[in-house]
């Protein structure tokens, strides 16, 4: 089956780990995203990549750092940097130039204490 | 400031009690208008793009709808599985990628 997987699930991490999720496409897509989502506030963009080996910054990219070195996966690191990590995490991916559906994952949800 | 409103925040229906849901935007040159439904501690499922004015989408008992301001997702007789937060997003024209969503609003059918 074609998709988008983010694993884990559930992370928890105790305040002052970097901690690093996984996102992986198998849909062939060019470009991928990381958006973070909060209880009352639309999802907001940390990062994204439209080709291998280039991404740009988000709206709120500050503690947070990415890479994008195969087509299928763009992990994020949530860095000791970042103020409010605990939130639910969301990727997505769009087939490219001509095609405007993003497509998400499941989520991860971290917990930091 | 590009940004997309969504109204109401919740809506509780009766099975088979119609009604719609609305998601105005302000955007520099839509390219594209989206509407995508999301199950709790899931992600987004997509359901509609709308590209231009006058344009509509129909999925089941889903359908949208889009004018120069707003869009509105209309639900005709909803079922206790249409329970779901439906979630609006902009993306704008100019050479960016960037999507612009809105916070959602909450529907909660009862049987």
């Known amino acids: 089956d074609g998709g988008i997987t983010q694993s884990p699930k559930y992370l928890f991490r105790k305040e002052g780990q970097n901690v690093t999720l996984s996102c992986e496409q198998n849909?062939?897509?060019?470009?991928m995203y990381w958006y973070r989502q909060d209880p009352g506030q639309g999802l907001r963009l940390i990062y994204y990549?439209?080709?291998?080996?280039?991404?740009q910054k988000g709206d709120i990219a500050e503690g947070y750092s990415v890479s994008r070195e195969k087509k299928e996966s763009f992990p994020l690191t949530v860095t000791s940097a970042q103020k409010n990590p605990t939130a639910f995490y969301l990727c997505a991916s769009r087939l490219g130039p001509s095609s405007y559906e993003q497509y998400f994952g499941p989520g991860t949800r971290l917990t930091v204490t | 400031e590009d940004q997309v409103t969504q109204s109401p925040e919740a809506l509780r229906l009766q099975e088979g009690e119609s009604s719609s849901l609305n998601c105005s935007y302000t955007v520099s040159g839509l390219r594209g208008l989206f509407w995508y439904r999301q199950d709790p501690g899931k992600g987004p499922e997509f359901l509609f793009t709308l590209y231009s004015a006058g344009e509509e989408k129909e999925k089941e008992r889903l359908k949208a709808t889009l004018t120069k301001k707003e869009s509105f997702l209309h639900i005709t007789a909803p079922k206790p599985e249409d329970s779901a937060t439906y979630l609006c997003?902009?993306?704008?024209?100019?050479?960016?990628?960037?999507?612009?969503f809105g916070t959602g609003t909450r529907l909660k059918v009862l049987a």
């Open positions: 990549s439209q080709i291998v080996n280039d991404f």
């Open positions: 997003a902009v993306q704008r024209g100019g050479g960016t990628y960037k999507y612009i």
């Open positions: 849909l062939n897509h060019d470009a």
